[in-house]
């Protein structure tokens, strides 16, 4: 049987969850082996808990929360440090996807808002793991990356845990959104509408002024929220072939890094890359000049064909 196949009854469903349960205690195990592979399995590890969720029946899923807990702890009791911060978070933001495709929210959502808890809960046990077991996660991946020299590596930081959780959320939705069909789930996928979307891009964007004086990483993060509500709205309008709007786009781009270059110089470290925020704001003024112009000229027409 298929490990993507709804189960029914009690036996199905505590033997898939023991299987599931038993894939995360290996992945943790290698995660505290080879801390290298870290990046990957945090990726890998909250498609299990989403999956569980989906195609289980859900009054079981604190049983397959609690017993991975319990067997990733036990297996990596050399170093448990490494079960809190990958398998913990994941259950809790998987539970949380799956109890979002229930209730039908929009796709676009689902990926944010899990990415914006398993952030949270990723970083909530970061001094927990440092006071616990005195391991330090953060200069581990410095390490990995190769930036433990820099000194302003750490206002990104709230930024790259985002980035990390949306990479493990989007290929949850990818793998979960090719399978739900079958188990008479349906993701809400449609069409967003660009004209609300540019309206939050904007706003979104213009609250990174105030961050940059009272708390520059909140701005990066600010910054990376922005850059993921543009790319759905240019996608939007790709998906529709909407070459006036997409003609803009390339000029908006080229305006941007020209006007990167010329202010970068004089921005002072670390907030030069908070000018990327430019190209969201761009972004999002000619969508919506694109959208309230399309209105407009719409009810002209309806009201001559009226008057006609």
């Given at each position: 049987?298929?490990?993507?196949?709804?189960?029914?009854?009690?036996?199905?469903?505590?033997?898939?969850?023991?299987?599931?349960?038993a894939?995360?205690?290996?992945?943790?195990?290698?995660?505290?082996?080879?801390?290298?592979?870290s990046?990957?399995?945090?990726?890998?590890?909250?498609?299990?808990?989403?999956?569980?969720?989906?195609?289980?029946?859900?009054?079981?899923?604190?049983?397959?929360?609690?017993?991975?807990?319990?067997?990733?702890?036990?297996i990596?009791?050399?170093?448990?440090?490494?079960?809190?911060?990958?398998?913990?978070?994941?259950?809790?933001?998987?539970?949380i996807?799956?109890?979002?495709?229930k209730?039908?929210?929009?796709?676009?959502?689902?990926?944010?808002?899990t990415?914006?808890?398993?952030?949270?809960?990723?970083?909530?046990?970061?001094?927990?793991?440092?006071?616990?077991?005195?391991?330090?996660?953060?200069?581990?991946?410095?390490g990995?990356?190769?930036?433990?020299?820099?000194?302003?590596?750490?206002?990104?930081?709230?930024?790259?845990?985002?980035?990390?959780?949306?990479?493990?959320?989007?290929?949850?939705?990818?793998?979960?959104?090719?399978?739900?069909?079958?188990?008479?789930?349906?993701?809400?996928?449609?069409?967003?509408?660009?004209?609300?979307?540019?309206?939050i891009?904007?706003?979104?964007?213009?609250?990174?002024?105030?961050?940059?004086?009272?708390?520059?990483?909140?701005?990066?993060?600010?910054?990376?929220?922005?850059?993921?509500?543009?790319?759905?709205i240019a996608f939007?309008?790709?998906?529709?072939?909407?070459?006036?709007?997409?003609?803009?786009?390339?000029?908006?781009?080229?305006?941007f890094?020209?006007?990167?270059a010329?202010?970068?110089?004089?921005?002072?470290?670390p907030?030069?890359?908070?000018?990327?925020?430019l190209?969201p704001?761009?972004?999002?003024?000619?969508?919506?000049?694109?959208?309230?112009?399309?209105?407009?000229?719409?009810?002209?027409?309806?009201?001559?064909?009226?008057?006609?």
């Open positions: 049987m298929s490990l993507l196949t709804k189960r029914e009854t009690l036996v199905q469903n505590i033997t898939y969850m023991a299987i599931m349960a894939i995360n205690a290996i992945f943790s195990l290698l995660a505290a082996l080879v801390p290298a592979l990046l990957f399995l945090m990726i890998v590890l909250p498609l299990s808990s989403a999956v569980v969720f989906l195609f289980c029946k859900h009054k079981y899923y604190p049983i397959y929360a609690i017993a991975t807990i319990i067997i990733c702890l036990l990596t009791i050399f170093d448990m440090s490494f079960t809190i911060f990958y398998v913990i978070p994941s259950i809790i933001t998987g539970y996807f799956g109890l979002f495709i209730y039908k929210l929009h796709a676009v959502w689902i990926i944010l808002i990415s914006i808890a398993q952030g949270l809960f990723t970083a909530l046990t970061l001094p927990l793991i440092n006071v616990i077991f005195d391991v330090n996660i953060i200069d581990t991946f410095k990995i990356l190769q930036l433990t020299s820099s000194t302003n590596v750490d206002i990104i930081v709230p930024s790259f845990l985002f980035y990390l959780a949306l990479t493990q959320m989007i290929f949850s939705y990818i793998v979960i959104h090719s399978e739900i069909h079958k188990f008479g789930y349906k993701i809400n996928d449609h069409p967003i509408n660009t004209t609300i979307f540019s309206y891009l904007l706003g979104t964007t213009i609250m990174i002024i105030p961050f940059i004086f009272l708390l520059p990483s909140g701005a990066y993060l600010l910054l990376s929220v922005s850059l993921y509500f543009m790319f759905f939007t309008f790709i998906m529709q072939k909407s070459y006036k709007v997409l003609i803009a786009y390339g000029g908006s781009l080229l305006a890094m020209f006007l990167f010329l202010l970068y110089p004089i921005i002072s470290s907030f030069g890359l908070l000018l990327t925020g190209l704001v761009l972004i999002a003024l000619i969508s919506l000049a694109n959208n309230l112009l399309f209105n407009r000229q719409a009810k002209d027409k309806m009201i001559s064909t009226g008057k006609e």
